[in-house]
């Protein structure tokens, strides 16, 4: 199948971004005689629009249209203070990023997030990465419309268009950025201590671009020899944790085990959370999340919105199944997790691991987004370790279980099950849903070598009555390494 041609690409082009400026507003323009009003700020570019579309397509360069664009300016009612800003916003949607070009003019820029409610009442948000840190900007799309047209008159250029029905399109550019858009069951959600738990429905738009190139002399280290100094000793710091007990009273885990979880979440180390049905898995992800640090994007998968994560932005992608056999394209939860990959998330939330998902969720992990997590229903830790095997087993691919052991032993940290008291949860008990075991997970050379941090036992008290204890046993001397290595004190709670 033969490329268009740059006539028709031109065209086309013109064409859809002729619909999508109809009612653009754009935040503000400067002049000489101040700021213009943003509604007669669009009326000016489509007028201008209009009288464009009476020529010819060509192949002008980006400063031979714009001296054409002056020409026809100045035959327009648009003043003359502000044709340059016109001209230009018009050329950036022609030929550059339209309203994230300012972002795009910026070398230190490496990812563009651009969110657009599938509402029209709701708000547009534009994110992007400037020297390894996450903002905000101000710039905004003014509907979905004009985005599905903008994100067109881009993948024109390669012969690609984006098709809502299909849900999904991946694309690379001219100039070598990555450009990939979901659309129907994608969103985001906010979450602040006054108003909750937000979900909004959005087409998400994923820009990825190459940074700062470095030289080899950028990259050596310019710091002194030195004496050799003294190194950590993981076996100096395991001393210093003593077992414990905890009665089981009026939670679900004891001080030091939730200190152990909130050193696990700002480490960022991959665990899975274990449990059978309403042992109480989402809601103790839900807890967790709060212990995310402010920087981090995090993106969940789940079949529907059931994760409240308690973070000021999330970004969420959903199962779409077709309606019924031969309607439109589904959208899965392996789908989703693939998408994920190319939307640059430091940590990726699953709701529910099984079957095949549970490969490409390894996959995921070995290439990097330290601090995931997931759910899987087990009996016990031994048993989840043994499920997720099992599943990522079932894939196509049908990967060896030498390379599962190989990726589960050296990327994912922790396991932690949850039990459920039916009796305890009749009676609305607090003690109902409890961690009965955390489980780490050892480097080591063959197989999965496991450290129990924390068991839940059964006993009597004094009274010869019947309770329940969290027998707090520590972390590994590896972990305490770990934690000596990036800076992590010794809860006191260990102590």
């Not at 009612?77 to 916003?89: L, N, Y």
């Not at 009274?463 to 972990?479: M, T, V």
Request: glycine share 6%.
């Amino acid at each position: 199948m033969s490329q268009p041609s740059w006539d028709t690409l031109e065209a086309l082009r013109l064409q859809e971004y002729e619909e999508s400026q109809k009612e653009l507003a754009v935040e503000e323009v400067s002049s000489a005689e101040g700021r213009t009003d943003l509604g007669q700020l669009a009326t000016y570019q489509q007028e201008l629009i209009d009288r464009l579309l009476q020529e010819p397509p060509s192949e002008r360069t980006r400063i031979e249209q714009h001296t054409l664009l002056h020409q026809v300016i100045s035959e327009t009612s648009v003043p003359g203070p502000v044709h340059f800003d016109v001209i230009e916003s018009v050329l950036d949607d022609m030929y550059g990023y339209g309203p994230v070009q300012e972002l795009y003019d910026r070398p230190s820029v490496t990812d563009i997030q651009i969110f657009v409610p599938l509402a029209d009442t709701e708000t547009h948000q534009i994110q992007y990465v400037e020297n390894g840190v996450r903002k905000a900007f101000s710039g905004r799309f003014r509907d979905k419309t004009h985005a599905i047209n903008w994100l067109n008159n881009k993948l024109a250029r390669i012969g690609q268009r984006f098709d809502p029905a299909s849900m999904t399109v991946d694309g690379a550019m001219p100039d070598g950025s990555r450009i990939h858009a979901v659309y129907g069951p994608s969103g985001y959600s906010t979450w602040d201590s006054e108003a909750g738990f937000r979900l909004v429905r959005s087409l998400i738009i994923s820009i990825r671009r190459f940074g700062k190139l470095f030289t080899p002399t950028d990259l050596t280290n310019s710091g002194d020899m030195t004496a050799r100094p003294k190194l950590y000793s993981a076996a100096e710091h395991r001393l210093q944790i003593p077992e414990k007990w905890f009665v089981h009273q009026d939670a679900s885990v004891d001080r030091a085990t939730m200190d152990y979880f909130r050193v696990i979440m700002e480490m960022g180390i991959n665990f899975l959370i274990a449990g059978g049905t309403g042992a109480g898995k989402t809601t103790f992800g839900n807890a967790l999340t709060t212990y995310l640090p402010a920087h981090v994007v995090t993106l969940i998968i789940e079949e529907s919105p059931e994760l409240q994560a308690m973070v000021p932005h999330a970004i969420r992608l959903y199962e779409d199944r077709p309606n019924y056999v031969g309607s439109r394209v589904g959208f899965s939860l392996q789908d989703a997790l693939k998408a994920a990959l190319r939307m640059f998330p430091d940590r990726i939330f699953i709701a529910e691991l099984r079957d095949q998902l549970a490969y490409l969720y390894l996959r995921a992990i070995q290439s990097g987004h330290d601090g995931s997590f997931t759910t899987i229903h087990a009996s016990n830790c031994a048993a989840a370790l043994r499920q997720l095997m099992t599943y990522a087993k079932s894939h196509p691919d049908k990967p060896t279980e030498e390379y599962l052991t190989t990726v589960i032993r050296e990327r994912l940290g922790m396991v932690f099950h949850l039990s459920l008291d039916k009796k305890a949860k009749a009676q609305g008990l607090a003690t109902a849903q409890y961690v009965d075991e955390v489980v780490e997970i050892l480097p080591g050379n063959q197989g999965v070598e496991t450290h129990t941090v924390m068991r839940y036992e059964r006993g009597v008290d004094e009274a010869g009555q019947p309770r329940g204890y969290f027998h707090w046993i520590g972390p590994s001397a590896h972990f305490l390494l770990q934690m000596t290595e990036l800076g992590f004190e010794i809860p006191e709670s260990w102590r």
